[in-house]
């Protein structure tokens, strides 16, 4: 599956990729949905609840997996307790991102 984003659901600051993604908890199983463009994220089903950090945790294991890094490289930095998420991806390369979640414009 490939996906056309639009809009900037993956920028560059400072030198590493920042990803947007709404995240939905409790699905069956942890899987990419596509773009949200209301909010111009990624929409993520994640097979674990949202306590204690779970979903959260399965997130940052399926997009390591998906992106053939260590977890180390993937980073929730904004809305640890929310289901819209700020990931950094750090010295993950851009065409990785773009292999392993689809395409987008910036």
Known sequence: MVLQMAG???REVEGHLVLE???APGAARTEVR?????RRALRIRVAAL????EANAELVRFL???LRVPPSSVRIV?????????VV???VPRDAVERALGTWRT
Do not use: Q
């Open 64 to 66: 390591a997996e998906r």
């Open 50 to 53: 949202a306590r204690a950090g």
């Open 8 to 10: 900037p659901i993956v």
């Open 34 to 38: 596509g773009e949200d463009p209301w």
């Open 78 to 86: 904004s809305g640890a307790r929310s289901n819209r998420k700020r």
């Open 89 to 91: 991806l750090l010295d």
């Open 21 to 23: 993604v709404v995240v």
